[in-house]
């Protein structure tokens, strides 16, 4: 890891933090309300505040795993050169595409 | 006394531990087990010393699972039910029984740019140096290395990434980013700021841990994490 994406993971990880503690708290909401899954959505759909900030949340959370993953994959396989960062890259895409694929299911009517 | 069961590594890396009776004494080192091994039963035993008194860094090996300055280390405190296990330091090729190829670890020292360079001539005057300014204090926390290759031996990261610089040279390149006159500081920032440098790190602490000198170079790396990202920020470093 050189300082770049130290920077990167690190900022990701502190944004994502209130971010993780606002999820918590709203599933803990939702759950001690015993909303169901329609509730759920009439409060989601349409709603830019939520759309906003789960996207924020999918964006880091994306960066963070991505870095992680490249590390992991270096240490544990010794895996070197322009390929780990390809597979640094498709890590970080496919869980974007799946987070914005979640938010849009619950936001997007 | 009685006897120590001394198993000691012989060979290369496919080599095997072979068990020699030593006797026991007062104030015996494992280093004294060593010499005797080499001078009574086999001479052809290869091992690293010069000082024997924990200045000069040579004779780490690794002593029940866990590198040692072997120079320091009393067989009273180490031996376990009459048995003793003596090996060639970790993560460092063996170029025969207790004696390993230090040039990696060395090689990374130069990698990591942690050698001084002065700005002055002889010429100049010697530069005053305030004991008590934070700069130096960080760097004299952390100056009192040996090259011993202990926490070099006792680290993780080193294990599972060849390229990462280790917690020795990163240790010495802190001291020098702390040193006023240095002038190496942008390339040195550089040298550890990339790939295998100090964000390799995972703070384990294993350096600390077994320091012989008591050192942190989990610290130290910690401030050159701080250092290089500070630097990155301001737009000093790619």
């Given at each position: 890891m050189n300082v770049r994406l130290y920077v990167l993971q690190r900022a990701s990880a502190a944004f994502m933090a209130p971010l993780l503690l606002i999820h918590l708290g709203v599933i803990f909401y939702a759950s001690s309300r015993g909303f169901s899954a329609a509730d759920i959505l009439a409060r989601t759909r349409g709603s830019l505040f939520w759309g906003g900030f789960y996207a924020a949340f999918v964006a880091a959370a994306a960066t963070h795993a991505a870095i992680g993953v490249r590390v992991i994959a270096s240490e544990w396989t010794r895996w070197r050169g322009r390929s780990l960062g390809a597979l640094m890259w498709a890590c970080g895409l496919l869980l974007a595409a799946l987070g914005v694929t979640a938010v849009a299911a619950v936001v997007l009517t | 006394m009685g006897e120590i069961a001394?198993?000691?590594?012989?060979?290369?890396?496919?080599?095997?531990?072979?068990?020699?009776?030593?006797?026991?004494?007062?104030?015996?080192?494992?280093?004294?087990?060593?010499?005797?091994?080499?001078?009574?039963?086999?001479?052809?035993?290869?091992?690293?010393?010069?000082?024997?008194?924990?200045?000069?860094?040579?004779c780490a090996m690794t002593v029940n699972g866990r590198p040692r300055w072997t120079c320091r280390t009393h067989t009273a405190k180490v031996v376990k039910n009459g048995n003793l296990e003596i090996g060639p330091l970790a993560n460092l090729p063996i170029i025969k029984d207790l004696a390993c190829d230090l040039r990696p670890f060395f090689e990374k020292w130069q990698k990591a740019r942690a050698v001084f360079s002065p700005g002055l001539t002889r010429k100049d005057a010697i530069e005053r140096i305030m004991p008590t300014t934070a700069a130096r204090l960080a760097a004299d926390a952390a100056i009192e290395c040996i090259n011993c290759a202990v926490c070099y031996a006792a680290c993780d990261t080193v294990r599972w990434n060849a390229d990462y610089l280790g917690p020795a040279a990163l240790n010495r390149a802190w001291t020098l980013v702390n040193d006023v006159r240095d002038t190496a500081n942008p390339q040195r920032l550089a040298a550890v700021a990339a790939a295998g440098g100090c964000h390799a790190c995972h703070s384990h602490q294993s350096c600390q841990q077994h320091c012989p000198n008591a050192l942190n170079p989990t610290a130290s790396i910690a401030g050159l994490k701080r250092h290089t990202m500070q630097a990155y920020l301001k737009g000093e470093l790619e």
């Open positions: - | 001394v198993s000691l590594w012989r060979g290369k890396a496919d080599g095997s531990y072979q068990v020699y009776r030593v006797p026991q004494r007062d104030n015996q080192t494992v280093l004294d087990v060593v010499t005797w091994v080499q001078r009574n039963v086999d001479p052809t035993l290869a091992y690293r010393f010069a000082c024997r008194v924990g200045m000069c860094g040579s």
